[in-house]
């Protein structure tokens, strides 16, 4: 005889399985339900006996029958029942089973078990079991995402509530103009203790952000300064090449210009070569950049003023081409303007970095009133700063970039906005 077990998602689906394994010569020898819901049945194949005439759920009405016959067919299908009761049929005892079962014949017994009071009992249930546990299920899901619901916005609470300390050295930076991902960083960074030296400490942990390329006090080599329209570029280059002629005197400074867009466009930079008694030139269709700064080599400085554009400027891409194809040596430089807006700033640096910027020089500082934007531009774009530009005095007002004095220029400045803006308001 061999033993084999049926699995299924339910009763009816076991039943077909085993019918259609084995036909109707099979003896279920138990029935149960499973840990994960399914229904599992054990059938005996090539299973020999015979079943007695009168067998039946119900004993039949003979007028006479023996007490043996009687009574047998009876105890012997309670007994059927009771195993399939049973949770598990282990090895051992299913050939006693077998034997117990060997008066009932297969085909009969397989007929009878849409019969059987518990797989019956089994069939009618099954429907409404899977119903409820279906929604049972549901009704855990729904519980676990309220909770963890629950848990994303008790994380978001959590993370934008501030202690005083950091709600108070928060709303100082972003007065400051800078950025939420800067302000974010910084207290995150910095350990706030509810002292007084919270917000130097502060202060002195963005100031080593800001990246910074030292010159020392004066500037050596051929540098193009580059940037839109209006930023500053031209004074710029009058302020360094005057500091240059004070301290080395005018041999050894030379001013270029590929500004040949506008009408009289390079008239301000031929007034500074005048006033500085250094030499001018103007590359244009007719000439090549590299040819002028290989005759000005020996020049101990050499400054190219570019044309000013914004970046949907056409002619732009020439001017950046030109850039691209300059010698090695020629370092950018990108003069972007303090009173610009973060974004304007930010798209500036995106359209200049394809040749290679090398620094930037931060102009109108005294027109500005927040740094922070462009002081979180520089940080975000890893751009060092060279200068810093406050006004239009020439030679004075500019000077090597540090970072501690940016920071402490974006204080005062915040502060001196801040009283400007009550006065304002208020007309105090």
């Known amino acids: 005889m061999q033993i084999r077990r049926f699995r299924a998602a339910d009763m009816r689906q076991a039943i077909r399985k085993v019918r259609d394994a084995v036909g109707p010569d099979a003896v279920i020898l138990s029935n149960q339900r499973l840990a994960n819901g399914e229904i599992e049945i054990v059938a005996a194949l090539d299973y020999d006996g015979s079943m007695p005439s009168n067998y039946a759920s119900q004993p039949k009405s003979e007028p006479h029958p023996p007490a043996a016959a009687k009574s047998a067919p009876q105890q012997s299908y309670q007994e059927r029942i009771e195993q399939a009761k049973q949770p598990e049929v282990s090895q051992s005892n299913q050939a006693d089973i077998a034997r117990q079962?060997?008066?009932?014949?297969?085909?009969?017994?397989?007929?009878?078990?849409?019969?059987d009071p518990i797989i019956e009992e089994s069939l009618s249930i099954k429907q409404p079991e899977e119903s409820v546990q279906l929604k049972e299920m549901e009704a855990e899901l729904q519980k676990v995402k309220e909770l963890l619901e629950q848990q994303r916005k008790l994380g978001e609470v959590k993370k934008n509530d501030l202690d005083p300390a950091q709600a108070k050295v928060k709303e100082r930076l972003t007065s400051l103009g800078l950025s939420s991902s800067i302000v974010s960083g910084i207290l995150d960074d910095v350990e706030l203790l509810g002292r007084e030296d919270d917000w130097n400490r502060v202060l002195s942990h963005l100031?080593?952000?800001i990246p910074v390329k030292k010159q020392g006090s004066e500037m050596h080599g051929?540098?193009?300064?580059?940037?839109?329209?209006?930023?500053?570029?031209t004074t710029?280059?009058?302020?360094?090449?005057?500091?240059?002629?004070?301290?080395?005197?005018?041999?050894?400074?030379?001013l270029v210009t590929t500004d040949t867009y506008r009408i009289a466009a390079h008239e301000q930079l031929r007034t500074f070569g005048r006033i500085l008694n250094v030499p001018v030139v103007v590359?244009?269709?007719?000439?090549?950049?590299?040819?002028v700064l290989d005759k000005y080599s020996n020049f101990s400085l050499v400054l190219v003023d570019t044309a000013g554009?914004?970046?949907?400027?056409?002619?732009?891409?020439?001017?950046?081409?030109?850039?691209?194809?300059?010698h090695s040596n020629l370092k950018k430089l990108l003069v972007l303007p303090c009173t610009s807006q973060r974004q304007v700033l930010k798209t500036v640096v995106d359209v200049?970095?394809?040749?290679?910027?090398?620094?930037?020089?931060?102009?109108?500082?005294?027109?500005?009133?927040?740094?922070?934007?462009a002081v979180s531009v520089v940080i975000e774009e890893r751009l060092p700063v060279v200068y810093i530009a406050d006004g239009q005095r020439i030679p004075d007002d500019i000077q090597p970039a540090r970072a501690h004095n940016?920071?402490?220029?974006?204080?005062?400045?915040?502060e001196q906005y801040s009283h400007i803006y009550s006065s304002l308001k208020y007309g105090s």
């Open 283 to 291: 590359v244009n269709e007719y000439s090549d950049l590299n040819e």
């Open 352 to 373: 200049y970095a394809q040749v290679q910027l090398d620094g930037c020089v931060l102009s109108k500082l005294d027109e500005s009133a927040s740094l922070g934007e």
């Open 236 to 254: 710029t280059i009058g302020k360094i090449a005057a500091q240059h002629v004070l301290k080395h005197g005018s041999d050894s400074v030379v």
């Open 101 to 115: 079962m060997s008066s009932v014949p297969a085909n009969k017994y397989v007929s009878m078990v849409d019969e």
């Open 406 to 414: 940016i920071i402490s220029r974006a204080v005062y400045t915040a």
């Open 207 to 209: 100031a080593e952000h």
């Open 222 to 233: 051929c540098y193009a300064f580059m940037g839109p329209t209006g930023v500053g570029k």
């Open 309 to 326: 554009m914004n970046p949907r400027d056409r002619n732009l891409e020439r001017q950046l081409l030109m850039m691209k194809r300059a």
